[in-house]
């Protein structure tokens, strides 16, 4: 089965720092990844996909993530924090065909942005 | 386009009775979703429903179950709560095309006491 890890369930950062959030997953076939975050009391948000198409893929407020192949990972940035940006970030993959478009996710990680 | 709308917002149950939750998939998609998140646990999967059918389910009992009716809307029910049903319960719905995001909605507190 695949699986995803976080590392690190707690991240603090400053306003206009740089923003990097681990992922690695494991797959047994190309996998498709996927970025999410959560605000309080509210559901889950995409942020960015990958698929294949291109290592590093942009997505929303500014975020990126690049697939690394031979590292397994799939790590989030952004080059400067923003205090909207405090909020809890999870990592996502794909499940195989049998499982439809079934996510897998990460342990998550919560962000929390310092002025 | 609207959302995934999910109904109540927030459900207050004692153990042993049960709880129905509610969700509306983005118009023209026809696979549901849900998940559990509880405190401490993460995002866990529950069940998949794709044209009326439940497709794959996760590791729970069960007392966890549901349906998607015609118009792909869908049901979660929870017989004879435990107080550890206490989460939060996310629904989301995707396109049939392969790999496509899940979109979700803003949850179901549900709390048993």
């Known amino acids: 089965a695949q699986s995803v890890t976080q590392l690190g369930s707690h991240v603090s950062v400053s306003e206009g720092a740089l923003v990097l959030l681990r992922c690695n997953y494991s797959?047994?076939?190309?996998?498709?990844l996927f970025w999410y975050v959560q605000y309080p009391n509210q559901g889950l948000q995409l942020l960015l996909k990958y698929t294949s198409a291109a290592t590093l893929v942009k997505g929303i407020n500014g975020f990126e993530a690049e697939f690394k192949k031979s590292e397994t990972s799939f790590h989030l940035t952004k080059p400067s924090a923003h205090m909207s940006d405090a909020a809890e970030y999870f990592c996502?993959?794909?499940?195989?065909?049998?499982?439809?478009?079934?996510?897998?996710f990460g342990g998550g990680t919560r962000v929390l942005v310092k002025p | 386009e609207a959302g995934v709308t999910q109904s109540p917002t927030h459900l207050i149950k004692t153990r042993g009775q049960q709880a129905t939750l509610r969700c509306s998939p983005i118009s023209g998609h026809t696979s549901v979703y849900w998940y559990q998140q509880a405190l401490g646990l993460g995002l866990q999967f529950l069940l998949w429903y794709d044209e009326g059918e439940e497709r794959n389910r996760g590791n729970f009992p069960p007392r966890f179950s549901g349906r998607q009716f015609p118009n792909y809307s869908s049901e979660l029910n929870v017989n004879a709560l435990e107080l550890e049903d206490s989460a939060l319960y996310l629904c989301?719905?995707?396109?049939?095309?392969?790999?496509?995001?899940?979109?979700f909605g803003n949850g179901t507190r549900l709390t048993v006491t």
């Open positions: 996502a993959v794909s499940e195989a065909k049998a499982a439809g478009n079934k996510l897998t």
């Open positions: 989301a719905s995707s396109s049939e095309r392969l790999n496509s995001p899940l979109h």
């Open positions: 797959s047994s076939v190309p996998p498709y």
